[in-house]
């Protein structure tokens, strides 16, 4: 059975940074593209980023330059490096396997989904 948990979720001031993780049981996350969603109050989820098996990334445009996403295969666990934090990014946040790239992150059908960690950016 796929578990996927996320955690590093927080509160955060405009301009800080939070590294959020993806830890994963019941799955190998090396052999898979993981990806990181969000979804806002009353809005759609998005996807943010999406980390193939091979290592490539892809990033929403909102995000270009501020998320890192990366992978340590060793710890099974996938993350999502967030600098210069805008309150436009506050969202639940979760992550997935079965990413992929076609002119936006999606996910298949097939996926499996984290429960979400909370980002909220305020001062």
């Known amino acids: 059975q796929v578990q996927l948990v996320e955690s590093g979720g927080g509160l955060v001031q405009p301009g800080g940074s939070l590294r959020l993780s993806c830890a994963a049981s019941?799955?190998?996350?090396?052999?898979?593209?993981i990806g990181w969603f969000r979804q806002a109050p009353g809005k759609e989820r998005e996807g943010v980023s999406c980390?193939?098996?091979?290592?490539?990334?892809y990033y929403h445009d909102s995000v270009k330059g501020r998320f890192t996403t990366s992978r340590d295969n060793a710890k099974n666990t996938v993350y999502l490096q967030m600098n210069s934090l805008l309150f436009e990014d506050t969202a639940v946040y979760y992550c997935?396997?079965?990413?992929?790239?076609?002119?936006?992150?999606?996910?298949?059908?097939?996926?499996?989904w984290g429960q979400g960690t909370q980002v909220t950016v305020s001062s």
């Open positions: 997935a396997t079965d990413c992929y790239f076609f002119g936006r992150i999606a996910i298949m059908k097939f996926g499996s």
């Open positions: 019941g799955v190998t996350l090396a052999y898979y593209a």
């Open positions: 980390i193939t098996s091979d290592g490539t990334t």
